[in-house]
Each structure stands twice: as structure tokens, then as C-alpha cells.
T-cell receptor
Framework: DQQVKQNSPSLSVQEGRISILNCDYT??????FLWYKKYPAEGPTFLIS?????DKNEDGRFTVFLNKSAKHLSLHIVPSQPGDSAVYFC????????????FGPGTSLSVIP | DAGVTQSPTHLIKTRGQQVTLRCSPK?????VSWYQQALGQGPQFIFQ???????QRGNFPDRFSGHQFPNYSSELNVNALLLGDSALYLC????????????FGPGTRLTVL
């Protein structure tokens, strides 16, 4: 019973192009969403988040879009850089500040120079 | 300012044994969450500790137990180890009032033979 799904295990993108990572969720109670990035031999690091009251949040090269009706969110990276090569996890919680965070299986992004 | 630290880095045990993993949270954080990350999967929530009490628990058997100390550090104990317990165990710290923003340690790689 996977509540957060990332259906693309891997993605390759040319340097300078846009990377789009997708995420779907099944629990309609989720209303806070996060993206984490993980390099090998390191723990995940927080990248960007979005509350359900918004449909877009932007931080530099990273933008997250949320479509609540479709239970879908996406992370856009523009322009992609080789240092962005990592595993990206989509995560969600039911919004209360102390609720547990549920992670998706991750998408491995490779940015080719 | 030290981030989240975990010990040991790697551990090899045999089936049936018991193991204890340790975590020191980021300075100023009062909440510790533990996750299990199997190969190719996202982190799976085990449990969360705040004020030395288990506050939330994921879908893990009672063989998994924990503790939080007055200095906010935490231990994860796993009894009667199974081969399937082999995974990366991640500790994340946060503020109880803002658990959505979690900071992860590098993890402990547990191998059960």
C-alpha cells in the first residue's frame, strides 16, 4: 500500500535542459508535500516544500507544482546542472506540524554534461 | 554546528542477534524519527520520539523498539534480526513544532547474514 508513488525510477537529462520529476499520491488527507535530494553515502537533504493551499512554490532553479484534484505534484529543475545528479524523494504528510512524513521510492536523476 | 550524527556507520550481524543504533540530533532539535531504507526504496517510517516518549509508529513489528534520552539523543533497537532487516537506517531530527522540516543523518548500514 504505497501512498506516495514515483513511477519513474530513473531520468537522464542534458545539462542546461529542464528536469521534470513526477510524484502521485493516494491519501487525500495529505496536504503538505516535500522533495528531498540524496547523494550516495549521505542522508536525504530537504530541497523544497509546498502546502496544499498553493499550487506552485519556487526557490531558485527549483519549482514544485501541485495539482490536488489529480493528486499529483512535480519538481522542475531549470537549468539542470551535473551537480543535480542524485536520487530525489517525494514525501507527504497530513499537514499537522508533528505528523509523520511518508516517502516515495525515489527517482534517480542523471544530468549529462 | 554539528548536524545529525549516527553510529556506527556500518554493522554486520547474524540472524537472531540484537542490534542497537545511535543518533544525536542537530543542535536545538527535540524530536527524532527513525527510518528504514531498503535497497531501491524510499525511507520507511519506523517511529518518532519526543519528550522521551514514542509519539508515532509506522508499520513495523515490536522487534523494533527505541528510546530517547534527556539530551534528545536516541537509540533504535532491533531484536531477533532477520535477513530482511538488512537496510540503511536513517535518523532524522526536527523540532516538534515543525516536524515537516527534518534533517537526516548519513545513516547506519546494517547487514544481517
Amino acid at each position: 500500500d504505497q501512498q506516495v508513488k514515483q513511477n519513474s525510477p530513473s531520468l537522464s537529462v542534458q545539462e542546461g535542459r529542464i528536469s521534470i520529476l513526477n510524484c502521485d499520491y493516494t491519501n487525500s488527507m495529505f496536504d503538505y508535500f516535500l522533495w528531498y535530494k540524496k547523494y550516495p553515502a549521505e542522508g536525504p537533504t530537504f530541497l523544497i516544500s509546498i502546502s496544499s493551499i498553493k499550487d506552485k512554490n519556487e526557490d531558485g532553479r527549483f519549482t514544485v507544482f501541485l495539482n490536488k484534484s489529480a493528486k499529483h505534484l512535480s519538481l522542475h529543475i531549470v537549468p539542470s546542472q551535473p551537480g543535480d545528479s542524485a536520487v530525489y524523494f517525494c514525501a507527504a504528510s497530513e499537514g499537522t506540524s508533528y505528523d509523520k512524513v511518508i516517502f516515495g521510492p525515489g527517482t534517480s536523476l542523471s544530468v549529462i554534461p | 554546528d554539528a548536524g545529525v550524527t549516527q553510529s556506527p556507520t556500518h554493522l554486520i550481524k547474524t540472524r537472531g542477534q540484537q542490534v542497537t543504533l545511535r543518533c544525536s540530533p542537530k543542535s536545538g532539535h527535540d524530536t527524532v524519527s527513525w527510518y528504514q531504507q531498503a535497497l531501491g526504496q524510499g525511507p520507511q517510517f519506523i517511529f518518532q520520539y519526543y519528550e522521551e516518549e514514542e509519539r508515532q509508529r509506522g508499520n513495523f513489528p515490536d522487534r523494533f523498539s527505541g528510546h530517547q534520552f534527556p539530551n534528545y539523543s536516541s537509540e533504535l533497537n532491533v531484536n531477533a534480526l532477520l535477513l530482511g532487516d538488512s537496510a540503511l537506517y536513517l535518523c532524522a531530527s526536527s523540532l516538534w513544532a515543525n516536524n515537516n522540516e527534518q534533517f537526516f543523518g548519513p545513516g547506519t548500514r546494517l547487514t544481517v547474514l
